[in-house]
């Protein structure tokens, strides 16, 4: 259960920081304000996430000890969330690619059989869905635009694709988790989100890549690129040089 809400936890703790970078970058005065709003979203479900890990894992870690003490090899997000947040085109694909993702995924967990986790579900769904029509508008927008923001956003779709089946892997954790009354059918939803996607692409003039290459994974395990430890560097500097400092 601790590693399966880590995984939760880390993917929203690492894609809101991305999308905090973009505070006071934005292309225009109200997109700057909604990445900044959409980051906040991900970190409060991250920090009740990884509390909820910590009450499992009864070591007396917070969330706060989960998200600034742990080293880079000890983080469970999916590769796809870690990556920098290049031009606004790439943020905009990258993001609407998790959001479909995460929509699906809360569905499945507010019907789960963990009350608290549920609760966090029912909450986090609002928030993700308005994340979905933000980010499915940008494609629109982006996709069916000028030239230029239509090969920037593809370009950027052909880099990305490589890395969302990692959001879908099954594992014995998911297994685990299953017996305690917690499925996510990851076939199924596979399925719904491919479809979702699909619909938007289609509407933003933008096409699937013909031959991504094979799959990148290894975020689950540990295993990640070295924009992690540069970004938790940055992330982690502030609680690692006053520990147990409180403000």
Sequence with gaps: MF?????????????GHRMAEWCGHGPILEEDIALANIALDYTGQASALLA????????GRSDDALAYFRDETQFRNALITE?????????????????????????????????????????????????????????????DGTAE????????LDTLWRYTGELFEHDAVDDAVAALGIVVP???RAARWRSLVDGVLREATLVVP?????????????????????????????ARSHPGASW
């Design 3 to 15: 590693e399966f809400l880590v995984r939760l936890g880390d993917d929203r703790l690492v894609i």
């Design 52 to 59: 909820l890990a910590g009450d499992m894992e009864g070591k």
């Design 83 to 143: 990556l920098p947040i290049g031009d606004f085109g790439f943020t905009i694909v990258r993001q609407f690619l998790f959001d479909c993702h995460s929509v699906l995924l809360w569905e499945a967990l507010a019907a789960c059989g963990h009350a608290t986790l549920a609760g966090i579900a029912a909450k986090a769904i609002k928030e993700d869905t308005y994340h979905l029509r933000h980010s499915s508008e940008w494609m629109r927008k982006l996709g």
């Design 149 to 156: 923001s239509h090969a920037r956003v593809q370009a950027s």
């Design 186 to 188: 990851h076939d199924t």
């Design 210 to 238: 013909a031959s991504p290459g094979p799959m990148v994974t290894g975020g689950r395990r540990g295993r990640h690129t070295e924009h992690l430890g540069h970004m938790l560097a940055e992330m982690q500097i502030v």
